[in-house]
């Protein structure tokens, strides 16, 4: 499993919820940050100064040490992802069509509001009411919560986002799509059920590498494969599995490591991955990390 040493000796902090707060850490200490549970999907700004996260479905940003927070827009989100300038942010809500699309919104700017990214025929009509969302509780097991988890990743060079769903909904059950914010195209890169293909499953929770070159995200295929990790070559689209099987929520730390929601000691963990040699070393007891750059 590894040993205490590659904890200590890591360099960057890496924020991650338990039991529905939010803590940060880089070694054997870490520091809360955001309490009172309903707290999920941190994510770090660009220049590692502020955190993105939901509270309940609602969107907030915080400083590093948890001061500062600011409720960024009524609009319920999803799984946030920030501009690589820092200037916006990236989340999922419902789009025009009924079905979940992808907005971007200032950052910074009071009362802003969200602009349309996907599905791009929908940046030309009215932003469609504010669903009503009562706050629950998530339940069943954490596949079930996977499945629907609108969690989108913005890539580092600004010029795509990666979403669950898109136009690919319309010939597969289900699917996972890179989209152009430029064209408004959309690129299929996992698909399940319809479309001819017979299996059943879900793609979620993407992840870019630093350089853009690899994407990352949580699978699970019925009956064949459980939830498990898969790295995607984004130029040559060769793609394979990290980790093993349980993982989920995969973030970069460099080309050679990550950190991952694994099972441990009976319940979830973050852990520390060796992509290349497949060493993993147990971090803090949580989920859902994020990785702090640019520090």
């Known amino acids: 499993m590894g040993g205490d040493s590659r904890v200590a000796g890591l360099k960057t902090l890496v924020a991650y919820v338990r039991d529905g707060s939010v803590y940060v850490s880089k070694g054997k200490g870490e520091v809360k940050v955001a309490g009172g549970r309903g707290w999920s999907r941190p994510r770090w700004s660009p220049d590692g100064d502020l955190i993105a996260a939901l509270k309940g479905s ?12 600011r409720h960024v827009t009524t609009r319920a989100a999803s799984g946030p992802s920030w501009a690589p ?26 009362d802003a509001v969200p602009e349309v990214l996907f599905p791009s025929y929908c940046r030309d009509e009215e932003l469609p009411p504010e669903p009503v969302v009562t706050a629950a509780e998530a339940k069943g097991s954490v596949k079930e ?10 890539s580092p060079d600004g010029s795509k986002v990666a979403f669950r769903g898109g136009d690919c909904e319309s010939v597969y059950d289900s699917c996972l799509t890179v989209g152009d914010v430029a064209s408004g195209g959309e690129r299929t890169v996992a698909a ?13 929770v993407p992840s870019w590498r630093g350089d853009g070159r690899r994407l990352a995200w949580t699978a699970y295929e019925r009956g064949n494969r459980p939830l498990h990790v898969v790295e995607y070559d ?8 990290v980790g093993v099987t349980q993982d989920r929520e995969f973030a970069y730390l460099d ?32 989920s859902q990390p994020s990785v ?3 520090k």
């Open 58 to 69: 609602q969107l907030w940003t915080m400083k590093a040490d948890g001061t500062g927070k």
């Open 85 to 110: 300038d820092g200037r916006a942010i990236a989340f999922s809500s419902v789009s025009c069509s009924g079905g979940p699309g992808v907005y971007a919104i200032s950052a910074t700017e009071a």
């Open 145 to 154: 919560r996977l499945r629907g988890d609108d969690a989108v990743a913005w």
């Open 192 to 204: 399940y059920g319809g479309g001819g293909l017979q299996n059943s499953g879900f793609a979620v």
């Open 234 to 241: 984004t130029v040559s689209g060769v793609r394979r599995d």
């Open 255 to 286: 080309e050679s490591r990550g950190v991952v929601t694994g099972s441990f000691k009976g319940g979830s963990w973050v852990m520390i991955v060796d992509l290349d040699g497949g060493g993993r070393v147990a971090f803090h007891r949580g």
């Open 292 to 294: 702090q750059p640019g």
